[in-house]
């Protein structure tokens, strides 16, 4: 899951799910956390090698901003 928080987000989203009566997860679901390029550099450096799409396997070159950048023409329309 690509946040611009993931870092944060990530560490207590188990505890979240468990104590969420609707929600479950299937057994050994993994939930990998990830925090997009323009946001990461703003990130503390120990988030960088933990949280960079450079660095998960299947990511490729995903930037992880691309819904950002679709909204932005609907700040013309609102």
């Known amino acids: 899951i690509i946040y611009d928080v993931g ?13 969420c009566p609707g929600l479950t997860l299937p057994d ?9 390029k323009f946001h990461l550099s ?19 070159q995903v930037d992880g901003e691309i819904l950002e950048t679709l909204w932005a023409p609907f700040n013309k329309i609102s």
Request: proline letters at 0%; a negative charge; one cysteine or more.
């Open 7 to 19: 870092c944060q987000w990530s560490l207590h989203f188990g505890e979240c799910v468990d104590n």
């Open 42 to 60: 703003a990130h503390k450096l120990a988030c960088f090698s933990r949280y960079s799409l450079n660095f998960i396997l299947g990511t490729a």
């Open 28 to 36: 050994n679901t993994e939930i990998v956390a990830a925090v997009g």
